[in-house]
């Protein structure tokens, strides 16, 4: 139900600090799937489970409202709703007011490279005979930069698509006092077109660094020491670069790890 002039949430975290960076023991759960019952209020439950394991944080897998309800939520139609298939918007900021009281995180991961057909951010500006975005899309390219897209790409370079970020940047981190974000598919963040190549995907690209350098500062300026979180596996270069600049990148240790649960050197 749509509802004018709400109520602002009564928070009572205020003696908070947010973990430091370094000390991240990130949690990552699919609400969907970690609870029979589905809900913010039941997940908000099971906090005193999630703090025994001495985690720090907790990330979420994509709950902004996505297609249908049974997905992992990289389907996303709406960027600023949480999705109602888990429970209300009070529900929601009364979970993160009572992770934050015991000092657990609150990360959302969310997926900014694309956006279903059925956002209006796609049927504002569609090419039905094609099926695709129309090539005046203020927000989306006709035909995706990259090899790894999936359903609409956006073009991170147009100054609607930053607008658009800088907005839900802004509406996360305020409205709901998340933590910070985990990127999803980061790399696509890219108007350099390879085409299929994956390998010249992954070269170095100065528009990518400028554009995530100016999300990263958009996020501290709204929530100082927020976690900018990337999914890249790009190259040394270019993500040495990101982590100097103060955010964090996804690291592939799945080889060593099963060799090491293997007993092997």
Known sequence: VFQSNQSDFAWTDENYERPEKEQLIVYELLLRDFLGTHSYQA??????????????????????????NESWGYNPMYFFAPDKYYGTKQKLQEFIDEAHKKGIAIILDIALN????????????????NNQPTNNNPWLNPTPKHPFNVFND???????????VYRFIRHWLSVYKV??????????????????????????????????????????????GSYCILEHFGGDQEEIELANYGMLLWNNLNYESNQNTMGYI
Not at 46 to 65: G, H
Not at 154 to 164: G, P, R
Not at 191 to 219: C, F, H, L, P, T
Request: aromatic share 14%; no cysteine; glycine share 8%.
């Open 154 to 164: 956006f073009n991170h370079e147009s100054a609607a698509t930053k607008y658009h």
């Open 43 to 68: 997940l908000k439950d099971t906090l005193d489970y999630l703090e025994n394991l001495n985690i720090s944080a907790i990330e979420l897998m994509p709950i902004n409202e996505f297609e249908g």
């Open 179 to 224: 933590d910070g974000f985990r990127w999803d598919l980061s790399k696509g963040f890219t108007q350099v077109n390879s085409g299929s190549n994956v390998g010249a995907w992954g070269n170095y690209d100065a528009s990518r660094i400028a554009i995530w350098k100016n999300y990263y500062d958009s996020m501290q300026a709204v929530a100082p």
């Open 114 to 129: 694309h956006v279903t057909g059925n956002s209006p951010l796609a049927q504002l500006y569609w090419d039905g005979t």
